[in-house]
């Protein structure tokens, strides 16, 4: 990766001698560091994070421009560099230790937590939210929930607690006040859900009652956050059919129940029903046996969507089980999408790549990392790296 960055910088300042070739400034002395700071930030500001740190190293004048908030929130904008981190285990081993992998460029890499100390130390860590290229990770110190925040890219990290029965079910950057902020439920009598910032520390209370468990960290995009319910009530006797959507607007901090776009006559036969961004927008993956629906949210105003992709897995199934008949017990879940292509998990067969472009669906090489056991779990997410820091925003301590 060190050498990858370093041949991008290269290439930079390579591409801006040749200009200056056919342009006749050879003569004149003209290099890179003639452009004007204007036209840096607007090259830099648009590769990756990685990147931006390999040219820090460049000179001081890289070093000033790209460290500065104003740089920050512009490549946060324009840079779109996604990857997926996910972590592998074996559930039926009580002790197994999570492996964890990343994908980058269509690659499969089989990676450790290291430069994280508060990570690395951790029992059993799972990646509960991510944002603008920060992750919070979750694990449990003496039965009590702990978690960790951190961007992976400037290596700076921060442990911190909740109050007691605290869950994250949402974790987005609050316009208004201008801080990254924290949805949180509890469960009491009744469910109870608060907005928590995480530099002012500052804890307000939603007037609104959902009776609903979030099991995961709602998906954002649209300008809200959205979860798929299963059976849950809703205030004010508003009935909430099987696997709809809820949905909470970041402006105006209100709930709403839409209906999902699957067909609920099918609802015995699917595996799974995954929220997911896809494009900038809400996308539904109706997972069958062997083949995965997927759905578009093309208008949120007024709810409409669309269907704009089957994926069919027969193929990549016949050449896995061959003439062996597939079990029933082995199911396929979507668990990450990359740039709308989609990463799919099947019970004995492994990790799927499926290519939006070409419709095809390819089972990806893990090298030494089997996944082939029943037993194996795997859940996955997918972030862009940023160089958003925990210090500028004052969420370190």
């Known amino acids: 990766m060190k050498e990858k960055n370093n041949c991008v910088v290269a290439s930079i300042m390579a591409m801006w001698d040749l200009i200056c070739h056919y342009l006749g400034d050879c003569q004149n ?15 830099l500001s648009r590769v990756s994070a990685e990147t931006i740190l390999a040219c820090r190293a460049v000179c001081s004048a890289w070093h000033h421009i790209t460290n500065t908030t104003q740089f920050t929130q512009l490549h946060r904008i324009r840079s ?7 972590r592998v285990f074996n559930s039926s081993i009580s002790y197994s230790s999570p492996r964890w992998f990343f994908i980058g460029n269509f690659r499969f890499y089989n990676v450790e937590i290291t430069g994280l100390e508060s990570v690395r130390r951790a029992s059993k860590p799972h990646v509960q939210a991510v944002c603008d290229g920060l992750i919070i990770f979750k694990h449990s110190v003496n039965y009590t929930d702990s978690y960790v925040i951190c961007n992976p890219i400037t290596r700076e990290e921060v442990e911190f607690r909740l109050q007691t029965n605290d869950n994250i079910c949402g974790f987005y950057y609050h316009k208004v006040q201008k801080e990254y902020a924290l949805l949180i439920y509890q469960k009491n009598d009744q ?73 609920r006559y099918k609802q015995a036969a699917r595996n799974q029903l995954k929220l997911l961004e896809i494009d900038g927008k809400l ?87 089997d996944m082939t056991d029943l037993s194996i779990v795997c859940d996955a997410v997918s972030f862009t790296s940023s160089l958003i820091s925990l210090r500028q925003s004052n969420i370190l301590p």
């Not at 779109?80 to 996910?86: A, D, H, Q």
């Not at 009776?211 to 995009?221: D, H, I, R």
């Not at 193929?315 to 740039?339: F, H």
């Not at 990463?343 to 095809?360: A, E, I, S, T, Y």
């Open 283 to 369: 996308g539904c993956c109706d997972v069958y046996s062997k083949s995965v629906q997927v759905w578009i949210l093309e208008d949120v105003e007024n709810w409409k969507w669309a269907k704009r992709y089957v994926v069919d897995l027969n193929r990549i199934l016949n050449e896995n089980y061959g003439d062996r008949s597939i079990p029933q017990i082995a199911k396929t879940c979507v668990v990450a999408t990359l740039n709308g292509d989609l990463l799919l998990f099947r019970g004995l067969v492994g990790l799927l790549w499926w290519n939006r472009r070409l419709n095809k669906v390819s089972k990806m090489n893990t090298g030494t990392l």
């Open 191 to 263: 469910y109870e859900y608060s907005i928590y910032g995480l530099t002012s520390k500052d804890r307000r209370t939603i007037s609104t009652r959902v009776e609903f468990n979030p099991n995961c960290c709602g998906v954002s995009t649209c300008g809200a956050l959205f979860w798929i319910i299963y059976g849950s009530k809703y205030h004010n006797s508003l009935s909430v059919n099987t696997e709809s959507i809820l949905m909470f607007n970041l402006e105006t901090e209100k709930f709403t129940v839409k209906d999902h776009p699957a067909d």
């Open 80 to 86: 779109n560099n996604p990857v997926i981190l996910g």
């Open 29 to 43: 002395g003209s290099t890179i560091s003639s452009l004007p700071d204007e036209i840096i930030i607007n090259i």
